[in-house]
């Protein structure tokens, strides 16, 4: 049986085309390179500077000069570049990014998304999140459908926000969620649930597709 | 040509109490340690850094947070610092979070004679309180202002005695932008070369941005 994290990260790896320009988050949409098809060449792209990014380095090759985001030594393709940090946002700030994939704490049906802060809890900083949601062409969620059943799904996010109305597509252990102008719409399910469920496990108001399809898990 | 090189001591000499200080580097990669380690040496207090992000404990920008020399932090990520985190809850230490893009731009703009940037990123979250927000062909953004400082600290890979600095793989990030954007600029250098030996197709940052060079980078 695979884990959430598995048929997340595969779900989300379909989403990918040949020649994407591609930036994964930090966690599990890292995963998600794992599971792009060998017919699908697509292009990492990560915020300190690299286009070609690679795998992460096996222990004792590491060049200590080349780092991904998340500050793990990683290999490079050839034919990548590096580049500095400007130039990187403004590769993401100005739409040359195809598809971002990141995580969420909470994400709503406006397509607002909250990632960042968890106020008198976690400090972190928003990083390139806020320049990523807003200058890609497409932003994925992948998420766990809830915190311990508490839904992140919501009808408006409660948590500071890391960008308004920019998340496209957002992918559960349970569902492939569109947001669309009328909100929430239920495009695909994990074949051990049912409709019901999620819309119990989901904090706002969800349409159900007239095309809806079973996840291939 | 005056003599860019000096001992690490001598740079010391132009980091005083209550500087904005600009450190280059993305979670340590590409911070120069040996200016960190001179500054927590010389224990000047009451700083203001700049830096992508708070470094790790120890290491980076993290040592002056470990030895408690910053009141007040700019930066787009605390996340792997708990130090900087728990400075921060106690009082000890402002924390300014920037997108990181704004950041880089903000520092961009310092240097390169702008007035400030304007940006979407930001617009409807906690980022845009106090800023002004313009709109311009039906488009909104927020105005970021320029960000300078006294002393920006880089870390080059390869510099020529004139100051021309090469840097290798990810260690670029934010050290060309800081390297335009300081009164005074040290840049820590692995390895040292006569002026010609690196050929100007490799020159990231030109010689006349850097004011002094100290080698020994490890």
Request: glycine content about 12%.
């Amino acid at each position: 049986m695979a884990s959430a994290k598995e048929i997340i990260a595969r779900r989300a790896a379909r989403e990918l085309t040949d020649g994407n320009v591609v930036n994964l988050g930090i966690g599990l949409p890292t995963l998600v390179s794992s599971y792009v098809p060998e017919s699908v060449e697509i292009i990492l792209q990560s915020e300190n500077g690299i286009l070609g990014m690679g795998e992460l380095s096996a222990p004792c090759t590491e060049d200590r000069d080349v780092i991904n985001a998340g500050y793990q030594n990683v290999n490079i393709k050839p034919g990548a570049a590096f580049f500095d940090s400007a130039t990187s946002f403004g590769i993401i700030r100005g739409g040359h990014v195809d598809v971002t994939i990141l995580g969420a704490l909470q994400v709503d049906e406006t397509g607002t998304l909250a990632s960042h802060i968890v106020p008198g809890r976690m400090v972190s900083g928003m990083g390139g999140a806020m320049d990523l949601v807003v200058g890609s062409k497409k932003v994925i969620v992948t998420t766990t459908h809830t915190n311990k059943e508490v839904p992140k799904l919501l009808s408006r996010v409660t948590l500071p926000v890391t960008a308004k109305n920019r998340v496209n597509l957002i992918i559960t252990e349970l569902a492939v969620i569109e947001v669309t102008p009328e909100g929430f719409l239920l495009r695909e399910i994990h074949p051990d649930t049912t409709v019901e469920e999620v819309r119990r496990l989901t904090g706002a108001n969800l349409n159900v597709s007239e095309d809806l399809k079973t996840m291939e898990v | 040509m005056k003599n860019k090189i000096v001992s690490l001591e001598e740079a010391m000499e132009f980091i005083h109490d209550g500087q904005t200080i600009m450190v280059g580097g993305f979670m340590t990669c590409g911070t120069p340690e040996i200016l960190m380690d001179g500054i927590v040496k010389k224990g000047a207090r009451g700083l203001t850094g700049i830096c992508n992000d708070g470094g790790v404990p120890g290491k980076g920008i993290g040592k002056l947070i470990q030895a408690k020399l910053l009141k007040k932090l700019i930066a787009s990520h605390i996340g792997l610092n708990p130090q900087a985190g728990e400075q921060m809850n106690a009082g000890e230490l402002e924390i300014v979070l920037v997108p990181q893009g704004s950041l880089a731009e903000k520092i961009r703009a310092g240097g390169a004679g702008l007035g400030g940037v304007l940006t979407p990123t930001g617009l409807g979250t906690e980022v845009e309180e106090g800023k002004q927000k313009i709109v311009l062909e039906g488009v909104e953004y927020l105005v970021e202002l320029p960000l300078k400082a006294d002393v920006a600290l880089i870390r080059g890979s390869i510099v020529d005695k004139a100051g021309n600095v090469f840097y290798n793989g990810t260690t670029r990030n934010f050290n060309p932008m800081m390297a335009t954007a300081a009164a005074t600029v040290i840049c820590a250098a692995e390895k040292i070369v006569e002026v010609g030996e690196l050929g100007p197709n490799y020159v990231m940052t030109p010689g006349i941005f850097v004011d002094y060079i100290v080698g020994g980078e490890l």
